[in-house]
């Protein structure tokens, strides 16, 4: 079985990509006490899922701006 993998690209303004990173660190600090708050584990685990995908994103913004 192949996996295809669609890569999508957004052009951003140094304004708009500095906006977006601190949205995306302000929602992953929340994120992350909602994920300690919880008892639920599949919920728990769908959290820890999202967590890591912002994180690459966040990531990826930091590289550009830097």
């Given at each position: 079985?192949?996996c295809?993998t669609?890569?999508?690209?957004?052009?951003?303004?140094?304004?708009?990509?500095a906006t977006?990173?601190?949205?995306?660190?302000v929602?992953?600090?929340?994120?992350?006490?909602?994920i300690?708050?919880?008892?639920?584990?599949?919920?728990?685990?769908?959290?820890?899922?999202?967590?890591?995908?912002?994180t690459?994103?966040l990531e990826?913004?930091?590289?550009v701006?830097a």
């Open positions: 079985m192949s295809l669609r890569m999508a690209q957004v052009t951003l303004t140094d304004q708009e990509a977006l990173k601190k949205a995306l660190e929602y992953l600090s929340d994120l992350r006490m909602e300690a708050d919880t008892d639920a584990q599949d919920f728990r685990d769908d959290l820890k899922r999202e967590e890591a995908v912002l690459r994103l990826q913004l930091r590289d701006t």
